[in-house]
C-alpha cells in the first residue's frame, strides 16, 4: 500500500527569504544545543512563521530535551512513546536513530513503533511506557503507576518527564497540524489516517 501525502500546509521558507524576527529565531536556535543542525524543516520551520511563539517553545524545548535530570535513553525513550501515541511521522524519523543511540534497545523501539507494549525493555522503561499509555488514555495515573515512576526518577524526574510529555505532545500536534514533510527520501513509520 502506498503511503498516502499530505500538502504540508504553511508556505516553505528560505532563509534568505526570512524577516528580522525569523533570522533571530534561527540565530537563537542555532546559539543553543542544537547547533548548527538546525534547518528550516520540522517544527522550526513552523515555528518561523511565529516567531515569537517559536522562541519561547524551543527555549523549553532545548531544556527539557538536553538538561533535564533524566538520562537521554529514558527522555528518549518517553519522546518515542509520544510520537507512537501521535503518529507524529517527524518526530519518530528523528527520534528513532537518537533513542536507539541513547541505549534504548531496537527490539524496544521496534514494540513502540507496533503500538505493543516492550516487555523486553528495561525496568524504567516500562515504568515510563505505563506511565505515559495511562496518563494519555486516562488523562490521569494511578497512585500504583505513579509511585512505580517515582522510584525511579523521583520527585524532580517526574516533573520534568511529564514537561517532556507536554512537550513533545505539542511538537507532535503542531508537526500534525501542519503535514511537516519528511526530509527528502525519508520513509513514513506509520499509516496516515484517511
Not at 101 to 111: C, L, M, N, Q, S
Not at 119 to 143: C, G, T, Y
Not at 147 to 169: A, C, N, P, S
Request: proline content about 6%.
Amino acid at each position: 500500500m502506498a503511503a498516502k501525502t499530505l500538502n504540508y500546509r504553511l508556505p516553505l521558507l528560505t532563509e534568505d527569504k526570512l524577516d528580522d524576527e525569523q533570522r533571530a529565531l534561527l540565530q537563537s536556535l542555532r546559539a543553543g544545543p542544537r547547533g548548527d543542525r538546525v534547518k528550516l524543516g520540522g517544527p522550526f520551520g513552523v515555528y518561523m512563521h511565529a516567531p515569537q511563539y517559536g522562541e519561547l517553545v524551543q527555549q523549553l524545548g532545548a531544556f527539557l530535551r538536553f538538561k533535564t535530570s533524566l538520562e537521554p535513553r529514558l527522555s528518549e525513550f518517553a519522546i518515542l512513546c509520544v510520537a507512537r501515541i501521535w503518529r507524529a511521522q517527524y518526530e519518530w524519523h528523528a527520534h528513532a536513530p537518537i533513542a536507539e543511540k541513547a541505549g534504548v534497545t531496537p527490539e524496544a523501539i521496534r514494540d513502540i513503533k507496533a503500538g505493543r507494549t516492550p516487555k523486553k525493555a528495561a525496568k524504567d522503561e516500562r515504568a515510563i511506557f505505563d506511565f505515559v499509555q495511562e496518563l494519555h488514555k486516562r488523562r490521569r495515573v494511578s497512585e500504583r503507576n505513579y509511585k512505580r515512576l517515582q522510584g525511579f526518577l523521583g520527585d524532580r524526574g517526574i516533573v520534568e518527564l511529564t514537561g517532556i510529555l507536554g512537550y513533545y505532545t505539542g511538537v507532535s500536534m503542531i508537526l500534525n497540524v501542519f503535514n511537516v514533510p519528511l526530509p527528502e527520501g525519508a520513509t513514513p513509520s506509520f499509516a496516515e489516517p484517511r
